[in-house]
């Protein structure tokens, strides 16, 4: 059997669309899946989403801004609260983090983070902290370099390793510029949904000037994409084709 690696990004807890969209594309364990951030917030189950992934040895997920800003506030809430660190667990900070986090979306993910038992918690919180920032693959020719948002300051002469991680995942790509020179190589993105970028305005993937945008906005009721690096096809699933469904 032929192994395929494929891309999807900014899942953001529409797992009945995930799912739908691995099956549609008949993932396999001898397939691989990146995920390029954003599995959290704003949908109706992004728990769930995560504990799926867990799952799965062959699924490696990129770090997004939104699993970021989650990870800072439920490390410091999943502790036991006591008369000792009552007054002093939360500072300022933590507080305007939270705050901060429930305006982006961070409600839901928060309330079933909740529902979920001391260890499972703490299962999910080490697997967030695992995430890359950002990840290179090879397919023949071409190489392809993951990451959540962008690259800032950007210069085709510094490494990646030597960004720092919010480089990879605050930041928007500039898609009218092409980053690497080398035309084999692909700065492959989610964070900004493509309907943003597109002068057609479609929830479709982008690719032009050496990027590969792929957030098509399924949270915002468009479409959950999977690109394969292997063969360059598309796969969609629209956000209301899991309309009614059962998790």
């Not at 950002?134 to 390793?161: A, S």
């Not at 057609?200 to 957030?215: F, M, R, S």
């Not at 009721?221 to 796969?235: F, M, S, V, W």
Request: hydrophobic share 30%.
């Amino acid at each position: 059997m032929i192994s395929m690696r494929y891309v999807i990004s900014d899942i953001h807890g529409c797992y009945r669309q995930y799912r739908k969209l691995l099956d549609k594309i008949k993932f396999s364990q001898e397939d691989t899946l990146y995920v390029l951030g954003d599995m959290v917030d704003r949908g109706p189950e992004p728990i769930q989403v995560l504990e799926d992934m867990m799952g799965r040895t062959n699924v490696q997920p990129i770090l997004g801004n939104h699993d970021y800003m989650a990870y800072k506030v439920l490390r410091k809430l999943n502790v036991d609260v006591t008369e000792k660190n009552a007054e002093t667990h939360l500072n300022d900070q933590d507080i305007l983090n939270y705050q901060a986090w429930i305006k982006e979306g961070g409600k839901v993910t928060v309330n079933q983070f909740r529902q979920r038992e001391y260890k499972k918690r703490e299962e999910i919180l080490d697997y967030i902290r695992s995430f890359r920032a950002y990840e290179k693959v090879h397919c023949g020719q071409k190489t392809y370099i993951l990451v959540h948002g962008g690259i800032h300051g950007f210069t085709e002469e510094k490494r990646l390793e030597d960004y720092k991680q919010k480089d990879f995942i605050f930041c928007r790509a500039d898609y009218e510029k092409r980053y690497f020179q080398d035309k084999q190589t692909y700065l492959v993105t989610g964070h900004t949904p493509t309907f943003l970028i597109r002068e057609d305005k479609k929830a479709l993937v982008y690719e032009k000037h050496g990027h590969i945008a792929i957030d098509c906005g399924c949270v915002f009721q468009e479409k959950l994409a999977a690109y394969c690096l292997d063969t360059g096809t598309i796969t969609y699933v629209d956000y209301f084709d899991c309309k009614g469904e059962k998790s």
